[in-house]
Every structure is written in C-alpha cells, then in structure tokens.
C-alpha cells in the first residue's frame, strides 16, 4: 500500500514555503497567553484559571503529552510517521512498572526507554527495512503494545501485595525538588489576586515546588534534542532524510541508519513519557492509564509545526485543558470560553486583514458561538471538558494547518538506490 | 500459464499463511519468556470450540466484518479512517434513542433506524473528509480527535437521555416489536446467530459491487492508486475524499446494530467498544478484498473467542491473544512486502530470460522497472 499525502492535498492550498512570514518569536507568544489569561481570571473572577495548583497540574499533564510530541519530532523529522506512539508510551508504563517496582524508580525510567525502544525497534524494522505503511505499523504496534502491557501486568504483578492482575503495587517517584523561601513567598504573593504580577507569582511558584527531577529531565531532553537537531552536522544529516531522502543518499548520508537512529530514539522518548505517568503523575502502573496521550502528543507536534518551541506550547494548551478539568472543574472551563471566544475573534480579524474573507467569517461565527455560550451557561459539563483538548486541535488545525509545513518525505516510502 | 497461475495462487496465499505461522511462533517465544505454559496455549488455541462458540464466532465476526469493510472503503483511496470506532458510537446510541421512540411500527423502526444510523455515521465522518479537503488536516488527526469527541459526546447525551438500571446507564428499551430476532442456525447450541448479521453478508456484496462493477468504484480505485491520474482523467479527487468518507462512515454505522436489535436493545455504558480499532486490522489482514476481509475477521473472532478458555485451561492470561493479533497485522503487511519483492524479482528474471534470448545486449534487470 502507497501513500501519497502530498498529492491529496486540496489544489487550491498554497505551498507553505512560498509564503513569506514574520516569525513571531515564543515569548511574544507566551506574554499575550498571559495577559489574556490574567485578564480572564481578573474579570471572571475564576481565580483557579491560573492558580499555582492548576499550574504545577499543567506541568505534571505537559511532559508526558510534550515527552510524546518531542518523540514524533525525532522520528517524522527523518521523515518515519510514527502513531505507534501511544503503543510505545504503553510499552513504556509497563517497564517503569516492572524496574520502578524492583529496582527503584530511576531504574524504571530506564526499563521505560528501553521497552519503548523494543516497540520502536519493531517500527523501524517494518518501516525501513520492508517499506511497510508507517499508518499500518504503527497501528500495529499499539494493537501489540496494548495486548502486551496487559499480558504482562497480568503475569507481573498478579501475585505482588497491592498489586493486581490490571495494575502494579505502589511505586516509589524519583526525587521531586521544592526551593522553601521562593516557593511560600511566591503562593503569598499569588493569594493577592493582583493582575499579572499574581499570575506570574503562581506560575514560578509552580515550578518551585515539588518540581519533579523528571521534568527537569523533560526540559533538558527538548533542548538538548532542539540543539542536536539543528545546530549539529548530525541533526542536519537526520532531518535530510526526512525532507529529500534521494538527495542524502546522493551526499553519502545512510538513510536507513539515520532512520533507524531516530525511530529508536523516539522509542526511547516516547517510553519515557510512560515512565512519566507511571511513577510520576499516577505513582502506580494500571491498564490504559496512557489515554490517548500518545495521540495527543502527536496533535500537539503538527499544532507545534514539527518544531521543538512549536510543540512545548502545543503540549502545555493541551496539558492545561487537562489539569483545568481536573484541579478546578467546570466553572473554570467557563470562565476560558470567553478566552476562546477573545482568541477567535483575534484570529478572525488577522484573517480579514490578510484578505481571507471565508475563513476570517468561520473563525468569527466560531467565536461569537462560544461568546454565546460564555453568557448563556454558568458551567460546563465535565464530558465537554474532557472534550477540550481535541476540540482545540481540530479547530487549531482547521484554522492553522496551511501555515504548517511538514517534512517534505515524511511518511513516504524509501529504498536504497532509489536514486540510481 | 496454468503452472504460472498456480504459482501465483500460492505466492498469495504465503503471505498470510507466513503471517499467522510467525505470529503463533513469536506469541510461543513471549509466553516462554514468560514462563507460561506454551503447550497449553497452544492446545486451548486450537482446540474445536463448541456449538455455542461457533455462534458466538460467528456473530462477532460478522460485526467485525462490517468494521473491517467500513476501514476498507477508506483504505481504497489511501484515506486512513481510523474513526470508525467514534463513527459506529455516534451512529449506534442515535439509532437507540430513535429506534426507543416507537414512532413507527415494528419492522419499518428497524429500517428507518438503519437509515438513521448510517446518515449520523456519514455526517460524524463527513466531519474529517470536508477539512480535509478544505483545509488540508489529515484525516489520520482529524478521525483520532473525532474518536474521543464521540466518547465524550456519547456519555453526555447518554447522562441527559438515559435511563438508569442498577449500575448500567442506558437508553430507552427498544419496544419489542422492533426486535430483531435470532436465527437458529446449530441445533446443538443454546444461543442464536444474530438477525442483523445478514448486514453483514449485505454490505459484503454491496462492497464488492459498489467498487468492482460501478462508476464510482472505478473513480474510488483510480484515485486510491494515482490520484494525479484521476486528477487528469476528469475525476473530482476532493469530492471523492468526502464521499468516500462518507460512504466509510456510513458503514462504520451499520456496526453496533446487530447486537443492538438482536440483543441488548438499548444502548448503554456497557456496549461493546473498540471494534473500530480491531476493523483496521482486519481490513488490512484481509488487504481490503471483501472476501479477505471476511476470512480476517473470522480468524479474530476465533482467536478471541478461545482467549476466553485461556485463563481456566492454561492459567495464561487472555491478553496474550492480542498480541498475536497484532503481530498478524504487522506480519502480514512485512509477508506481503516481501512476497512482492520475490515476485518482482521474479518477473525481472523472467524478463531478462525472455530479453536475452531475443536481444542478448539489451537485457537488464533494470528495464523492466
């Protein structure tokens, strides 16, 4: 089975490469979120919008959806489509479960990238070396990723005290970081309600306490794969076999290593992000406690253009719909409809001064619905939360997806000598 | 040619045949690994299942098989719907809330349901064919996003309109004379073959007349295999992706009726989910031909069916059936790879045999690429 994504285009898209930009710089980006959110929380009333508990929520629900989206970035920038993401997440719950259990909880991150990598291993095999559809294999693996986790936990943990035949017995977290003066001084400040300084105050108090060693871990591993991937001559190998394979192989690049390289490290990342959920936000392994996240990580990589700073803030909007719904509920939710409705009419606006007349009009009645709803209803139903985040990328992706540019070969099929 | 025809009969059926041999052998090695008992495993596997596992085979598999044709039609024009599984959700509980309105008598409410469920399919798929061609979002995103939609929109109508049964939230019951009952196929078993399975065997012929002997199956194959070429020939590729969708969606609507007249007559937290997800694969065991299709699903359902004797039989847990499942799909696609290597190779040298016995300079392997 081929596929062509490239050719399923609708003809009337423009090439994104021939569309000259402004690039808005992130912290532009994350100032105007702030302002917005401040404003909401100020004149809603909502204090938990940005409490420094929904905050430290956002992170702990962040890494592993960023841990997934930086997973896909490795793979599909060598131009491999991995959805096996979510098997791999799976597989990487599981080993955190089994090393974290035994042998401590740094163990289990290890035993996590490692199960990870035997998914991946799996993918690449298929992907690369036989040409498979990247959409098939992966679908496969999290079919064999989901039967495996529950076969294992199962034969694992059955007889262990706590633990049972769907889930671990408790498992211990790794180290979690708290700074005693900033942290109290900064929640004082946050308990003020000022507009701003407030915010910025339970933002910084939120990354100051109980600061997981395995975000620190997160961040690090962003950056680090920001920097190896584009300010390396090894980075631009890789990413050369995800925009024009024919062309790498012509320079004396082998593709298949590079590709194999970066799926395995994706495994790795992707396990990662299991052992997150694992040993950190559920500090116990259970059957399906992924949920989805894999899927969502790899939204939050398109949302984030294949483009590290792209997907942290892709990861942190979906992170935060999630620890909204969990920490403050649905009158919070409520208070962020009037912030869509703020941001779509924003977007409508750009959208008319660029001459886009159609989709300026969507996003506007799009917008002037949700304002509707904001001032008709005093809450949202938690099945509505709990829809938020996928929502939010549909629309993201409905309004945003000509702007993003994918790797040129990504998900195609390459063999060796193709060129001739 | 005869003996080439044969030959070719059995290059297709090595494929799976491979597939399913490697699978077992890799489920065996993870069962070692595991210290569980292999003889065991295999001997429950394959024993002979009773009468009232062949029905329960069978009404599985004919559920499946409407999955497995839903996830076909969009394979067909390289369209990955994986929102099957959100698709038969919304079609399934709409059709319990309209069927348990008994607005119209007995077997006309089942048609009209029908209808029902496949015009809410083909509108929840239609969702990821119009931004995809508008605004060019991957239906692959665009049908996962649909999927958790439809689980969270399904449990809030359910809260709004359900009515509560001990610890199940469920629909109205179906009023009876809208029941669909069973067919008693094996004198021998207690339970019956579900009525509604005859969808099954319906949407099987519908499937391989709509693509192999109409215009528009014609459009579907040229566009799945080139869409360029369609493009060139007139046919309106960005219309054919919604339609197509569509099509899918409303088949994807037609999955969870069967159980729903014949058996649960309500729908309810409890229905059975995740056929969807097990359609993909057996589209893709099946390599979207519809009698493959129905040999994949009835492979799944018999896998499932003895998982279930696993616990008792072997203490092995029944998840390890999964994992051949999975296995099977990825085997398949890898034998069938390989396979079409070997037979390309075959041709080559057919070729060059051919070639240089007329025209010893010319001939390369590589001109027949």
Known sequence: MTMAPEELRPAGAPSAALVPRRRISIWVWLLV??????????????????????????????????????????????????????????????GAGYFGYWYGPWAGIVGAMVFGMIGAALHALATVYFGVDHI???????????????????????GLRGGGPTQSPPL????????????????????????????????????????SSMTVLAVILIVGSALLLWRTGFGLRLRSCGESPVAAESLGVNVYRYKVIAVLTSGAIAGAGGAFI???????????????????????????????????????????????????????VHALLILVAIILLGVAILQFRRGLKIAATTSLVIGVGFAVWFFTTDTVPADFTRMTPYVTTLLVLGLAAQRLRMPAADGLRYRRGQAG | MGKLDLRRIALALAAPVLAIVVALVITCLILLAAGSSVSGFLST??????????????????????????????FRMNLFNIGVEGQYQMAVFTAAVFAAQGWLPGPINVIVSIIVAMLVGAIWASIAGVLKVTRGVSEVISTIMLNAIAVSLTAYLLRKVGVSTGSNLATEEIPRDSWVGGIKLLSGAPNELLGLSVLAVLGGIGYAILLNRSKFGFALRATGTSASAAVASGIDVRRMVVVSLMISGAVAGLIGLPLLFGNSHSYGTTFQAGIGFAGIAVALLGRNNPIGIAFGAL?????????????????????IVAISQGVIVLAVVIAYEVVRRYRNALEQRQVAAELSTSAPSEATPEATR
């Open chain 1, 33 to 94: 979120g702030l302002v917005l959110i401040s404003a909401v929380r100020v004149l809603t009333g909502a204090n938990e919008v940005d409490s420094a508990g929904t905050m430290r929520e956002t992170v702990n629900a962040s890494v592993p959806i960023a841990l997934a989206a930086l997973a896909g970035l490795w793979s599909e920038r060598a131009g491999v489509v991995n959805i096996g993401l979510e098997g791999m997440m799976i597989l990487g719950t599981i």
């Open chain 1, 136 to 158: 098939v294999s992966g679908v496969a693996i999290n079919i064999i990723a989901l039967g495996a986790a529950a076969f294992l936990a199962d034969t694992w943990f059955s």
């Open chain 1, 172 to 211: 211990d977290a790794p180290l979690s970081i708290t700074l005693p003066g900033i942290s109290d001084a900064m929640i004082t400040l946050q308990d003020k309600h000022w507009f701003i300084i407030s915010d910025l105050a339970s933002l910084v108090a939120a990354v100051t306490t109980q600061l």
């Open chain 1, 278 to 332: 694992a040993l950190v936000s559920s500090g116990i392994y259970q059957n399906g406690q992924t949920g989805g996240r894999g899927y969502i990580g790899l939204a939050a990589m398109i949302f984030g253009n294949w483009r590290p700073g792209g997907l942290v803030m892709g990861s942190v909007l979906f992170g935060y719909t999630d620890a909204l719904q969990l920490r403050a509920g649905g009158e919070a």
């Open chain 2, 45 to 74: 596997i394959f024993s002979v299942p009773a009468e009232r596992n062949v029905i329960n085979i069978l009404n599985n598999a004919s559920i499946l098989y409407l999955s497995g044709l839903a996830a076909a039609i969009g």
């Open chain 2, 299 to 319: 492979l799944f359902s018999y896998l499932t069916e003895q998982s279930n004797l696993l616990e008792i039989n072997a203490q092995v847990s029944p998840d």
